[in-house]
Nanobody
Framework: EVQLVESGGGSVQAGGSLRLSCSAS????????MGWFRQAPDNECALVSL???????YYADSVKGRFTISQDNAKSTLYLEMNTLKPEDTAVYYC?????????????????WGQGTQVTVSS
């Protein structure tokens, strides 16, 4: 059974940091493009960051320089290090996996999704 399980969300003040983890099982993550999406309180959903199988990364303009995506293949875990958090980063963050995941991928179009983890940033 394929599973993606996110963890690490929480409530922080603006300027703080969080590290999200996505534990994958049932498939080999280094054969997939892996990414993080987020759905804001107004339900707008967007790709935050992407890590391709070849190691290339993508970041939304709104998080460049503040967020870092990485993965540990031995642990089958994807990470999102989030620094200098802003109130506008408040959202439910979802881990996604798909061999075709790309910067233009729409929300919910990936093969595998996690259940999401809430991140709340207060001013």
């Amino acid at each position: 059974e394929v599973q993606l399980v996110e963890s690490g969300g929480g409530s922080v003040q603006a300027g703080g940091s969080l590290r999200l983890s996505c534990s994958a099982s049932g498939f080999t993550i280094d054969r997939f493009n892996m990414g993080w999406f987020r759905q804001a309180p107004d339900n707008e959903c967007a790709l935050v960051s992407l890590l391709n199988r070849d190691g290339r990364t993508y970041y939304a303009d709104s998080v460049k320089g503040r967020f870092t995506i990485s993965q540990d293949n031995a642990k089958s875990t994807l990470y999102l290090e989030m620094n200098t958090l802003k109130p506008e980063d408040t959202a439910v963050y979802y881990c996604a996996a798909d061999p075709s995941l790309a910067s233009g991928t729409e929300c919910w179009d990936s093969i595998y999704w996690g259940q999401g983890t809430q991140v709340t940033v207060s001013s």
